[in-house]
């Protein structure tokens, strides 16, 4: 038996159901935002990853489905939305149009990581990106966007952890300070800290050695360091969330996994999940756009997991409210009485109601059955008896009240009962 690649999922339907609920909530909060959508390719040139992501990243170092295509390109699965979002920006010369320009984009997207609870290969994504504008009022708008659309849907325990990682003139003041702080304890470093001590002080954060841990206990943090331009953004940002109400920690060791993020760097966190798994991460890359290739232009963003907003939705409990009734079922026995209940069938459907019939030659019974299962709100019985008498049976089954109508008044019956 041939079956689906490791880590991946076939969505089956009702499960598909909750899907396009959540998809909608996101369109209609975009209209509502006013970010418009856009769609790339799936795959992209794997050098737009390296540098739109960065060379040194677990994306791009471990990550990537990376493979050569019959014309000997190298080509990779997109692992994030970003990357490409950011390249047909350029590519289209979209800055030469109204700015800021607010984009969304939903789909799947490819990393190859070891499959476990919460991660898989193909995911998916909704992402927002503002492109052209500084303002900290665009980076308050899509934490205000995030925290909406969770709350839309029914997850209210929520909690944004917030940092600014500043701007490269910040980061060299930060390496600076930071030097500074550990020189004294050079010597009790492990090697690789030694080595990191020169280069990139700040991936010492990232040793797992218990001593060089120690040693970081009270080290300055980049938003200790903040230049006079990014400390005024941060305030703004704080101010704009205040305004909004909406509830956040400042954490000065949140630096998102990516390169290029300056300035703003955000998750979002519910609270019953706990801190180790964020639902959202987003933040300001003011210098991706440039990094790939385009002019000086900042940016803004956020992605979250779609998979993980299922996982969250269980954790807390939440059902959505999925529409999956029947709004009318023919029980219909004999040929001639099939065909009328397939024209009445075709006419309701056209009024844009649920309507079903039986398709497998089925019993009375079982055609009852079918009808109770599929939840209808009322069934049209109907017999070839029923259609010599015309006296074809309306059968309420909220209230299992009964009428009886002529063939020629069904489907006005059945709209206006619906309708009332
Ligand atoms: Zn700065
Ligand atoms: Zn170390």
Redesign the pocket.
């Known amino acids: 038996m041939i079956t689906r690649p490791k880590g991946t999922n076939d969505f089956l339907p009702p499960t598909t159901a909750g899907w396009q609920y959540v998809e909608n909530i996101l369109r209609e909060m975009a209209a509502v935002y006013g970010y418009r959508e856009i769609r790339t390719p799936i795959f992209e040139a794997t050098e737009l990853f390296q540098r739109g992501v960065g060379e040194t990243t677990d994306i791009v170092t471990k990550e990537m489905y990376t493979f050569s295509d019959k014309g000997g390109r190298s080509i990779t699965l997109r692992p994030e939305g970003t990357a490409s979002t950011a390249r047909a920006f350029i590519e289209h010369k979209l800055h030469g149009g109204t700015l800021p320009l607010k984009l969304f984009y939903m789909g799947p997207m490819f990393r190859y990581e070891r499959p476990q609870k919460g991660r898989f290969r193909q995911f998916h994504q909704f992402g927002i990106e503002v492109f052209g504008s500084k303002e900290a009022s665009v980076d308050g708008e899509i934490i205000a966007f995030a925290m909406d659309f969770y709350r839309r849907l029914g997850l209210t325990d929520l909690k944004v952890r917030l940092n600014s990682v500043?701007?490269p003139?910040?980061r060299a003041e930060h390496k600076r300070r930071l030097q500074e702080f550990l020189r004294p304890h050079l010597e009790e470093m492990c090697g690789d800290c030694r080595e990191r001590f020169e280069k990139n002080p700040l991936r010492i954060f990232d040793c797992k050695q218990e001593k060089c841990q120690s040693l970081l206990v009270g080290a300055p943090t980049v938003a200790d360091c903040?230049?006079e331009?990014?400390r005024d953004h941060f305030e703004r940002v704080k101010a704009y969330l205040d305004e909004a109400d909406i509830p956040y920690d400042l954490d000065p060791f949140l630096v998102r996994g990516l390169d290029y993020y300056t300035k703003t760097a955000f998750e979002i966190i519910l609270n019953e999940i706990g801190a180790q798994s964020a639902i959202c991460g987003g933040g300001r890359y003011d210098g991706l756009i440039a990094d790939i290739g385009g002019s000086d232009m900042p940016g803004v963003g956020f992605a979250l997991g779609m998979e993980r907003i299922f996982a969250a939705l269980e954790t807390a409990g939440v059902t959505l409210p999925v529409e999956d009734s029947l709004d009318v079922f023919f029980v219909a026995l004999g040929e001639s009485a099939k065909t009328h209940c397939f024209a009445w069938l075709e006419a309701l459907r056209k009024e844009g109601l649920r309507a079903e019939m039986d398709h497998m030659g089925k019993s009375f019974k079982a055609q009852m059955k079918t009808a109770d299962r599929e939840k209808a709100a009322f069934v049209v019985i109907c017999g070839d008896n029923e259609l010599e008498n015309n006296e074809i049976i309306i059968k309420n089954m909220a209230d299992h009240a009964q009428e009886t109508v002529s063939a020629a008044s069904v489907t006005e019956t059945i709209v206006r009962r619906i309708k009332s």
């Open positions: 500043g701007c003139v910040c903040l230049c331009d990014c």
